[in-house]
């Protein structure tokens, strides 16, 4: 298949915009410069003609923007597909991270807010490939840093905000200290 290496630069760049999307849209792949958007394109373009479920596999390191090339792709879609949804489809999709987040990321020594879990993002679309519907899976990767990390990393999130919380009422019943009393530090 198609691969595409890309690299996280650590800033917003033009080249994501709604002008770049109707740039690439319609497009054959290699008529372009390598792009997310030309990878979305010949998805989309695979499943309406061969009407065939297609697959992009974002991958790589903590810190190498895989939720944000993610973000781009479901954009893509949405714009191309002209959905009918006022809402982007990327903000319905990705408006349960902060949850996610706080159960599956932690503080490791490359990031303060490094996904320790994967994600599956199935995107649904109508017969005239309009998206319907998305949903997304997590499977969380690393079990055992619920009782253990290595030195300079940190537990899950979860753990910190709820000792952050543990003087409030409805808290009080789980008998919570300070993180550092926990021994989550």
Not at 52 to 76: F, H, L
Request: aromatic content about 10%; some cysteine.
């Amino acid at each position: 298949g198609i691969i595409l290496v890309a690299i996280n630069p650590y800033k917003q760049l033009p080249i994501y915009g709604d002008a770049i999307i109707h740039a690439y849209s319609g497009q054959n792949m290699g008529d372009m410069d390598p792009h997310i958007f030309a990878v979305a394109e010949e998805a989309y373009k695979q499943m309406a003609r061969n009407n065939r479920n297609q697959s992009i596999i974002v991958s790589g390191e903590s810190g190498a923007g895989k939720t944000v090339s993610a973000r781009y792709t479901m954009r893509y879609f949405a714009t191309v597909s002209r959905s009918s949804s006022n809402a982007h489809v990327e903000d319905k999709v990705l408006a349960s991270n902060p949850i996610t987040e706080a159960v599956g990321n932690a503080k490791t020594t490359r990031n303060d807010n490094s996904s320790r879990f994967g994600k599956y993002t199935e995107i649904s679309f109508d017969q005239s490939y309009q998206i319907i519907g998305a949903n997304m899976r997590t499977y969380l990767l690393e079990k055992s840093r619920v009782v253990f990390q290595v030195e300079n990393e940190r537990n899950y999130h979860i753990f910190y905000q709820l000792c952050a919380s543990a003087k409030q009422p409805e808290y009080e019943h789980l008998k919570l200290g300070r993180s550092q009393e926990n021994n989550l530090l």
